[in-house]
């Protein structure tokens, strides 16, 4: 059941990223996903994933509140902070090119499409080397 739910998921998404595409690129004139601040939001979305396995599942008030204050003694904080700098970076150029609304919107689905994206990179490299391990 949940499988067929995250596969529905998927195809909603997909066709809600595709019809603001097309509204967008016919507005606007450039790909949604594609856009000049693009780059920016995606390495932003990577070094969130990382940040997030840098955590090792601690995610609670505290560490949080150590991570947006910097007082963690880690590299999470930094990281977080550049994350968070080229998403800043990355949303202001979308703006430029469009409008608040629409470089909002922008930047947020760049975010989620990059984070998925890392997510997706990362489970094929653990199967890869899941399956290479097993044949030893």
């Known amino acids: 059941m949940i499988t067929f739910l995250i596969i529905i998921g998927s195809i909603l998404?997909?066709?809600?990223?595709y019809a603001i595409h097309a509204?967008?690129?016919?507005?606007?004139?450039?790909?949604?996903?594609?856009?000049?601040?693009?780059?920016?939001?995606?390495?932003?979305?990577?070094?969130?994933?990382?940040?997030?396995?840098?955590?090792d599942g601690e995610i609670d008030i505290d560490s949080l509140h150590?991570?947006?204050?910097?007082?963690?003694?880690?590299?999470?904080?930094g990281v977080s902070y550049f994350s968070l700098l080229m998403i800043g970076i990355g949303?202001?150029?979308n703006v430029k090119v469009s409008s608040p609304g629409w470089g909002f919107l922008t930047t947020i689905v760049q975010l989620v499409v990059g984070i998925a994206t890392a997510v997706l990179?990362?489970?094929?490299?653990?199967?890869?080397?899941g399956l290479k391990n097993e044949k030893k």
């Open 13 to 17: 998404f997909l066709s809600v990223c």
């Open 23 to 55: 509204f967008y690129k016919e507005r606007f004139g450039e790909a949604f996903l594609v856009t000049q601040g693009a780059a920016f939001v995606y390495f932003a979305a990577i070094l969130c994933f990382v940040v997030l396995i840098g955590m």
């Open 66 to 77: 150590r991570i947006l204050t910097f007082q963690s003694e880690d590299w999470i904080s």
């Open 91 to 93: 949303w202001r150029a």
């Open 121 to 129: 990179i990362a489970l094929v490299a653990l199967i890869y080397l």
